[in-house]
């Protein structure tokens, strides 16, 4: 299969700004090609990405294994990986503004090509969010790492090794409690994981709805669930829902790397945050990815080429 993303689109700084560290295990670069599990129907199958042509003329070539039997199958991995990549965003208006910001001009220019990367569901975006709620992403990366191996959705590839799909409300719904804490989660966020696994697979949750509001209903109503506070909603909202002119003002590496892009001398606080990236709008949660990229080269996790 053959997608071309609306240009300029860089896979390489796209996959950097979903895997946010290395240590992810479920979306996986090997430097040329992006790979996932998804399930598809009821079989765990695995797609490959990798990209052909330049930032200017991008096309994806989209492998599945094994191969797709319905059509359905073949228009649902399409939306997957639109959501993921970005693929359908146009950023036009995004880079007109940045060249007209000293600020900006530098960032965009530096990782053009950059799409926003969204999750599959909002389900992923909210487990992914409770997870990494007061650790650091790394940690929060391990036990997500270690909950899709608990759950077992998998599937081995032809040398014999086994990768893991994220898991579907479902999975974590069969979970006890004790494989919660087992897996490293405190007692509280195996509550809240369970309790919006459980509401979403008996429908008394509709995260899909959310999709069809706006903000303000949006924020209100994700801080309802169990577990979910300001930066939960809005690290949601913008990884979950696409809400690109939201950026997570309580996100510490957040408000360390924008404070050190601006040159302050003192940490940023949310109301210095949200001060500093209105002017920005609605693209500060553009910024909040291209600060990602920026920590990442600047840690050598990322190595940028022409």
């Known amino acids: 299969m053959i997608l071309r993303p609306v240009p300029p689109f860089r896979l390489d700084l796209t996959v950097w700004a979903l895997r946010r560290r290395t240590r992810n295990a479920i979306d996986r670069w090997d430097g040329t090609t992006y790979r996932r599990i998804v399930v598809l129907g009821s079989r765990p199958t695995e797609l490959a990405v990798r990209q052909e042509g330049g930032p200017a003329a991008p096309r994806l070539i989209i492998t599945v294994t094994p191969p797709f039997r319905t059509k ?61 709620q007061q650790l650091s992403l790394i940690v929060g990366l391990e036990l997500l790492n270690r909950l899709a191996v608990a ?41 809240a994981l369970r309790t919006l696994a459980v509401g979403v697979e008996r429908r008394e949750i509709d995260l899909e709805r959310l999709t069809r509001v706006d903000d303000a209903e949006a924020f209100a109503r994700l801080c309802e669930l169990q577990g979910v506070g300001r930066w939960t909603a809005e690290y949601t909202m913008l990884r979950g829902l696409g809400r690109l002119h939201v950026f997570p003002g309580d996100d510490v590496g957040a408000q360390k790397s924008l404070a050190r892009w601006l040159a302050r001398s003192s940490p940023m606080d949310y109301a210095g945050v949200q001060r500093a990236t209105q002017a920005w709008r609605p693209y500060a949660g553009l910024v909040y990815f291209h600060l990602l990229l920026e920590g990442l080269s600047r840690s050598g996790d990322l190595e940028l080429t022409v």
């Open 72 to 132: 359905l199958d073949r228009q649902h991995l399409r939306r997957t990986i639109a959501r993921l990549l970005g693929v359908r965003v146009d950023l036009a208006r995004w880079y007109r503004t940045a060249e007209r910001d000293p600020h900006l001009r530098t960032l965009a220019y530096r990782f053009r090509g950059l799409k926003p990367p969204r999750f599959p569901t909002l389900f992923e975006a909210l487990v992914n969010a409770i997870a990494c």
């Open 151 to 191: 759950c077992a959705v998998k599937r081995k590839t032809s040398d014999r090794k086994e990768f893991y799909a994220f898991p579907a409300p479902r999975d974590l719904a069969r979970l006890s409690p004790a494989t919660f804490r087992a897996i490293g989660f405190s007692r509280q966020k195996a509550r």
